[in-house]
């Protein structure tokens, strides 16, 4: 890596931006060379001004939890630690709408939130420990897909800096918005290999009258569920929860159906909603599961899916047709192949969230196969040089 | 542009006599679409039955250069549909099987000539066979669903009157097929909610046919509640009608639907053949659907009653049955036709802006009517904050149209000003291509432009739209 880029870096930037790499930004056994720690979009924008003219491979990042995920990167000389780079969080509780900084904790953002009674409808798994940035930039969501859809459906408006160094706004933050192409929805999930989110502005949900929550010791059919009008459901090594939200006499109905198929443990209010969230964390599967693979299919196709691995933690999603599995180990890439072809024969998709380094160095973690030629050029347009997260995500780009 | 005969007769090949159009005068019906503003004639229309088809369409523009513009049943308000540099116009008109009702995956396959309200009346039927169930629906529900085809409203993105509780067209597509600008065949997605890689289904929904021709989709269906209510309230302020719709939303309750009519629109629609029983003498109403159980939307609905009253309502009625609330609704989805007892022609805005400033844009619109002497009636998804300005004028004055034209490129620059967006739902197409760098730089749009040439690199599809050139 060329000294004059660090140097040009230097002569733009403060004293503190630029740091010595620790086994914190280790990723996938890669140490970069170099940690620049902006301290705002200004000084980002110029940091990735000058890497990119130098052409050097970057991987950014906030709170480092989901650094297990993507391929193992084809390069890796500059960590950017964007953790204190942009902390703002803007409820507009009128509107509906609210604006958060990357590098806010998603806990935070809920908890400041909730004091204009106002929550992200979305509970993606490592929400304990993700920051703003890496949910968004992952599409990260959990069970409450199934009533308010995807991080990215209720993402508004994206600023980002571009590789390059430009900084962009991609949508107006209107619920309805069809001017110009919807880059927005290109950004959220593409894991860092665009450019840099650095804001995004989501649709909220109220807070609603009554939440609560029942545990079920046995799974109920999916239909069957589905009739009982769930916000959510949730089933973790055999033991199944569903969420209901709405007014009380709503809330009422639904837990007096459920009574007539099942009996179930209630709990409510703040309570309800705690423990929600510590099980859409799947903080015990991330930490304990060497092996994590999660798998994606229509609905009614997940149980056929989940009967082709043995694994050891099952944290399944049955409404929105998602599960991730926890193996103890690693699993060959014959194996691996073989159950993605089977799933994908179900319409599915399989993704490797975490495994042993050399398992991952044999596989690509994806497994898309269609439409990586389109992929590709779609990068192009925005990183013609690879800068970003370079062969970190599909297909090796 | 000028087809030679030998193109002509390669398209014959693939579709036959009866599916193409040559003939000057039957191609005049293509000349225009529903925004009838501009018009431009293209040079053969044709009417692909099958993928296939439309792949072997599209090789022969792609070896010759031809542009090719995709047609629904056009009703593209921003003159999305117009072939403004000529060549092929393809209509996706009978391509309008609906091809896989999956309820346990809660999906529907169709064809992209489907009309949309075909989609949910192929759902009903399915609850009469299996009436234990509550059924299902496709909720992105635009105005024009009785006509629109699901390939125009995915190519605008199209909203609706749910689409505070359900999203936008896009946000309930699962999967797409689509014909490349090269004629290849492509899928995208799956039944899946989620796919790996970039959201290309996202990218080319609403990129207004520029990109590829959308020839089968997938979509999200969802079930029906118990009970649905209505309810309907009539303000003598358009202020009064705002506060109520910002003390709703703040109150926690998700309406599945939350519209606005002021005077001028609802006594158009009264005026004719599909007048619901509306408050004539309102400055404004609203019309609400909650849903849930029978309980559950019992209690909401009388909360909302309760916010209304508070908020100067002078009347609010709750349906007694769905087949007023049918009659509400029903009057509602023709507010736009209406308009032709008022005046013998209109221009429909479509502005988007944030819900607390609509007092203040409906003042401003009033202000640029008066200024141009034009009477504008406001339709106004009051849940997502899209405004519909329905600009009356009679285009046999000279110079009117023109007039009217300005009218609403004032109306748009406002709903910029005052933080919304130039257009909700009906695209940029021709008409508004000018004003699209009002929300995006020379460099923001130029990004644009090269996702545009990762798919059409010959700048083949649907030329002329949003781009200013």
């Known amino acids: 890596m060329s000294l004059s880029v660090i140097k040009n870096i230097e002569r733009e930037v403060g004293n503190d931006s630029i740091k010595e790499p620790s086994n914190d930004y280790v990723v996938d056994g890669l140490v970069p060379k170099v940690v620049l720690y902006p301290r705002d979009i200004n000084e980002l924008s110029i940091m990735m001004r000058n890497i990119n003219r130098a052409g050097l491979k970057v991987i950014p990042m906030v709170n480092k939890s989901k650094l297990f995920l993507g391929n193992v990167p084809k390069g890796y000389d500059v960590a950017i630690d964007l953790s204190r780079v942009h902390r703002i969080i803007e409820p507009d509780p009128e509107e509906m709408v609210g604006i958060y900084g990357i590098s806010v904790p998603f806990m935070e953002v809920q908890r400041e939130l909730s004091r204009v009674d106002r929550r992200l409808p979305i509970d993606p798994p490592l929400s304990s420990r993700s920051s703003i940035g890496g949910i968004f930039s992952c599409n990260l969501f959990g069970p409450l897909a199934y009533v308010f859809m995807s991080t990215r459906d209720i993402t508004l408006r994206v600023r980002a800096v571009m590789p390059d160094g430009t900084v962009v706004r991609w949508g107006t933050g209107m619920i309805k918005d069809v001017a110009g192409y919807n880059i927005k929805r290109l950004y959220i999930g593409s894991c860092g290999s665009l450019g840099i989110i650095y804001e995004v502005m989501t649709r909220l949900a109220a807070m609603p009258e009554v939440i609560a929550v029942a545990r079920l010791d046995r799974e109920l059919d999916l239909l069957v569920t589905r009739r009982l009008k769930p916000f959510g459901v949730v089933v973790i090594n055999g033991t199944m929860y569903l969420r209901f939200e709405g007014v009380k006499d709503e809330v009422e109905y639904r837990l007096s159906k459920l009574t007539e198929v099942s009996r179930a443990e209630v709990f409510y209010g703040a309570e309800a909603d705690d423990h929600w969230y510590r099980l859409t964390s799947m903080d015990q599967l991330f930490e304990n599961y060497d092996l994590i693979m999660k798998v994606i299919l229509p609905q009614y196709k997940l149980g056929d899916a989940l009967s082709l691995v043995k694994a050891d933690y099952v944290v399944k999603m049955p409404m929105i047709g998602e599960a991730y599995l926890g193996l103890r180990g690693a699993l060959s890439p014959d194996i691996i192949n073989a159950i993605r072809n089977r799933v994908s024969e179900l319409g599915g998709y399989l993704i490797i969230v975490k495994a042993p380094l050399e398992m991952k160095r044999s596989i690509d973690i994806w497994g898309l196969q269609q439409n990586l030629d389109i992929m590709a050029k779609l990068k192009a347009v925005f990183d013609p040089n690879n800068v970003m997260s370079y062969g970190r995500f599909v297909g090796g780009i | ?469």
């Open chain 2, 1 to 469: 542009m000028v087809l030679s005969r030998e193109i002509i007769n390669k398209l014959i090949s693939i579709v036959g006599e009866d599916n193409i159009i040559t003939d000057d005068v039957e191609l005049m019906v293509y000349e225009a679409d529903g925004s009838l503003v501009y018009t431009a004639k293209p040079d053969v229309v044709v009417f692909p039955r099958s993928t296939e088809e439309v792949a072997k369409i599209v090789k022969v523009a792609w070896e010759n250069r031809i542009p090719i513009v995709g047609r629904g049943s056009g009703t593209s308000l921003s003159g999305g549909a117009l072939p403004i540099e000529g060549g092929i116009v393809i209509s996706l008109a009978r391509m309008n099987r609906i091809l896989e009702l999956d309820i346990e995956n809660e999906t529907a396959t169709v064809e992209a000539g489907v009309i949309n309200l075909w989609v949910s009346d192929a759902l009903a039927k399915l609850n009469y066979q299996y009436p234990i169930d509550l059924g299902y629906y496709f909720p992105a529900d635009p105005g024009s669903q009785r006509v629109s085809t699901i390939g125009g409203n995915i190519s605008h993105n199209a909203g609706g009157v749910k689409c505070f509780k359900y999203g936008v067209t896009v946000n309930n597509v699962r999967g797409l097929k689509v014909v490349l600008p090269n004629g290849e065949i492509r899928f995208f997605g799956g039944k899946v909610i989620e796919s790996p890689g970039y959201d290309v289904i996202g990218i080319i929904s609403g990129s207004e046919g520029t990109m590829a021709i959308v020839t089968e989709a997938v979509l999200r269906i969802v079930s029906n509640y118990e009970s649905v209510k209505t309810i309907l309230a009539a303000f003598n302020s358009i202020e009064d009608a705002g506060l109520a719709v910002s003390r709703i939303i703040s109150s926690g309750i998700r309406p599945v639907a939350l519209e606005f009519m002021d005077r001028i629109a609802v006594n158009a629609i009264e005026a004719g053949p599909w007048g619901g029983g509306l408050p004539t003498d309102a400055e404004a109403i609203l019309l609400i659907d909650v849903e849930g159980s029978e309980p559950g939307a019992v209690a909401e609905a009388n909360r909302i009653v309760d916010i209304l009253k508070s908020s100067g309502a002078y009347m609010v009625k709750l349906a007694k049955d769905r087949a007023e609330a049918n009659r509400w609704w029903s009057a509602r989805k023709q507010a736009f036709g209406a308009m032709g007892f008022v005046g013998p022609n209109y221009i429909t805005g479509d502005g988007t802006i944030p819900r607390k400033k609509l007092p203040e844009a409906l003042y401003r619109i009033r202000e640029i009517g008066n200024k141009y002497g034009f009477r504008i009636a406001n339709v106004f998804h009051a849940g997502d904050g899209n405004l519909h300005p329905l600009i009356l004028y009679d285009e046999r004055r000279p110079g009117e149209r023109e007039k009217a034209l300005q009218a609403e490129d004032e109306i748009l620059r406002m709903c910029v000003e005052i933080g919304g967006t130039i257009t909700g739902e009906h695209g940029v197409g021709y008409h508004k291509r000018h004003l699209i760098s009002l929300l995006y730089t020379d460099y923001e749009l130029d990004v644009m432009k090269r996702i545009k040439s990762v798919f059409d690199p010959l700048g083949i599809m649907n030329p002329g739209k949003i781009f200013p050139r």
